[in-house]
């Protein structure tokens, strides 16, 4: 089992930015892919950014293209979602999670998860 856990969560005005990162003990992150999810009160708990842990390709939901970044560093068993031009919605709780699946998107391709952590972004 992997055991995953967030950090770099915090409050930033909105256009700033933010680096979260997930340290993955346990069983080996190689050839799982990495994803970050995010939840907001009374929401589904929705994708925004996946990595291969192999190739390192990425995909990200269309909300975050071209504003977030996703990254490995295999030495490390470390996975980072850097956030640039931070907005009020994107304000919500950052999971952290591992599949499996070498394209995996949906929630429910993920069975390993960290524990969240809060980003806010103030207007």
């Known amino acids: 089992q992997v055991q995953l856990v967030e950090s770099g969560g915090g409050l930033v005005q909105t256009g700033g930015s933010l680096r979260l990162s997930c340290a993955a003990s346990?069983?080996?992150?190689?050839?799982?892919?990495g994803g970050w999810f995010r939840q907001t009160p009374g929401k589904e708990r929705e994708f925004v950014a996946a990595v291969s842990w192999s190739t390192g390709g990425t995909y990200y939901a269309d909300s975050v293209k071209g504003r977030f970044t996703m990254s490995r560093d295999s030495a490390k068993n470390t996975v980072y979602l850097q956030m640039n031009s931070l907005e009020p919605e994107d304000t919500a709780v950052y999971y952290c999670?591992?599949?499996?699946?070498?394209?995996?998107?949906?929630?429910?391709?993920?069975?390993?998860w960290g524990q969240g952590t809060q980003v806010t972004v103030s207007s």
């Open positions: 346990g069983r080996a992150f190689s050839s799982y892919t």
């Open positions: 999670a591992t599949s499996i699946y070498a394209n995996a998107r949906a929630r429910g391709d993920f069975g390993s």
